[in-house]
């Protein structure tokens, strides 16, 4: 059973383009992270939300926390060739398991 | 810093063997985790600690072994590698697995192949 579901598996998109990565779950959950993983590489934290309607920005990427701590998501302005990689969402249900959904393979054509 | 370190980088077994991968970290955390990453299948955690001589199993633990004799290390044991370990397994470590400090640093991973 897999508890965060990441959506889509594969994104493939133009640069320039607006993209929005999803990661669901019917659990609820005391903090959510997103991961960024370049080949050969462990993974990279990019944001924690933590907050029921956290809104977080990191320059082109917005990252929010559902209302009820179950879903987030991850939305991607003006994407560039450097944004490409494999993006990861992980959750802490406060059972000491910190758990990660499958990944969006996320690839920027120039 | 170094951070997590974690060796081997590149493994080969032949089925049957036993092996232990290392990992160790100097950032004092008290949580440490193994997981392991196919393709398609992102990161699935295998055993995990949240203090020394305190280990638990995570999401697929059979086939795994693991100790945590002292805050710094976090071996990972195949007693009898099989194909189906076949894996890239990652160490990750953190301060809290609950809150607001929740970020893992993960080492750079052990591609591992059982033939």
């Known amino acids: 059973t897999q508890l965060l579901e990441q959506s889509p598996q594969f994104l493939s998109i133009q640069e320039g383009e607006n993209l929005t990565v999803y990661c669901n779950s019917s659990?609820?959950?005391?903090?959510l992270q997103w991961y960024r993983q370049e080949p050969g590489e462990g993974p990279v934290l990019l944001v924690t939300v933590v907050t029921g309607g956290e809104v977080k920005k990191l320059k082109r990427l917005t990252f929010q926390f559902g209302d009820a701590r179950k879903d987030s998501s991850l939305h991607i302005t003006a994407a560039q060739p450097g944004d490409t990689g494999l993006y990861l969402c992980a959750g802490a249900r406060g059972d000491d398991k910190i758990i990660f959904g499958k990944g969006t393979r996320l690839h920027i054509l120039p | 810093n170094a951070g997590v370190t974690q060796t081997p980088k590149f493994q080969v077994l032949k089925t049957g063997q036993s092996m232990t991968l290392q990992c160790a970290q100097d950032m004092n955390h008290e949580y440490m985790s193994w997981y392991r990453q196919d393709p398609g299948m992102g990161l699935r955690l295998i055993h995990y600690?949240?203090?020394?001589?305190?280990?638990d199993q995570g999401e697929v633990p059979n086939g795994y072994n693991v100790s945590r004799s002292t805050t710094e290390d976090f071996p990972l044991r195949l007693l009898s590698a099989a194909p189906s370990q076949t894996s890239v397994y990652f160490c990750?470590?953190?301060?809290?697995?609950?809150?607001?400090?929740?970020?893992?640093?993960f080492g750079q991973g052990t591609r591992l192949t059982v033939v």
């Open positions: 600690s949240v203090g020394a001589g305190i280990t």
């Open positions: 659990s609820v959950f005391s903090s």
């Open positions: 990750a470590s953190t301060h809290s697995p609950s809150g607001g400090n929740t970020e893992a640093f």
